[in-house]
Antibody, heavy 122, light 111 residues
Framework: QVQLQESGPGLVKPSQTLSLTCTVSGGSISSGDYYWSWIRQPPGKGLEWIGY???????YYNPSLKSRVTISVDTSKNQFSLKLSSVTAADTAVYYC??????????????WGQGTLVTVSS | QSALTQPRSVSGSPGQSVTISCTGTSSDVGGYNYVSWYQQHPGKAPKLMIYDVSKRPSGVPDRFSGSKSGNTASLTISGLQAEDEADYYC???????????FGGGTKLTVL
């Protein structure tokens, strides 16, 4: 069974770049059968989709975050990563990685990581 | 403010049924049959419970069902059990520009 695990710093200073990695086990990112996504949840608030990437490197981002988001993939390590630049306190959230089967539009997020809390504070 | 509106909390006694609503617009819930529901226990990863409005993934009990009318989707849990106590989130496809929107989540308490 596939498992996803987020990792990265739990504390980031304002104006800096948040960097997280999702390691996938139990399946290959390169299979081409899935897209790989990031989702976040600010404390006490709902979920917000951030963006997705395909193993080929093709990406699409939430328009509201597009100017600050970069998602990349490392198929050799079976990982994909998130970078969010110029962070503020509003970016404090639990960040989740998740898998979406192809075809992406009609498919749900079928597996999620447990999430990692990132706090933006000086 | 989340794009989709869910009640903050619902409750029910064991054996009863509860329904959680998820209200959007014609640009998301009302425009597509791609609504999904996720269950999240504290400290755990969200789990897919319903997709395509009313389909259940393998392994999800048939006590969980989904439906949609207009711009509102619903998740119904019948025969409530203690382990159903969790947070529930809805999600809808919202077109090729926005792609996905979520609800704010509903806390289900089993009395």
């Amino acid at each position: 069974q596939v498992q996803l695990q987020e990792s990265g710093p739990g504390l980031v200073k304002p104006s800096q770049t948040l960097s997280l990695t999702c390691t996938v086990s139990g399946g290959s990112i390169s299979s081409g059968d899935y897209y790989w996504s990031w989702i976040r949840q600010p404390p006490g608030k709902g979920l917000e989709w951030i963006g997705y990437i395909y193993y080929s490197g093709s990406t699409y981002y939430n328009p509201s975050l597009k100017s600050r988001v970069t998602i990349s993939v490392d198929t050799s390590k079976n990982q994909f990563s998130l970078k969010l630049s110029s962070v503020t306190a509003a970016d404090t959230a639990v960040y989740y990685c998740a898998r979406v089967p192809v075809p992406i539009v009609v498919s749900p997020f079928d597996y999620w990581g447990q999430g990692t809390l990132v706090t933006v504070s000086s | 403010q989340s794009a989709l509106t869910q009640p903050r909390s619902v409750s029910g006694s064991p054996g009863q049924s509860v329904t959680i609503s998820c209200t959007g617009t014609s640009s998301d819930v009302g425009g597509y049959n791609y609504v999904s529901w996720y269950q999240q226990h504290p400290g755990k990863a969200p789990k897919l419970m319903i997709y395509d409005v009313s389909k259940r993934p393998s392994g999800v009990p048939d006590r969980f069902s989904g439906s949609k009318s207009g711009n509102t989707a619903s998740l119904t849990i019948s025969g409530l059990q203690a382990e159903d106590e969790a947070d529930y989130y809805c999600c809808s496809y919202a077109g090729s520009y926005t792609v996905w929107v979520f609800g704010g989540g509903t806390k289900l308490t089993v009395l």
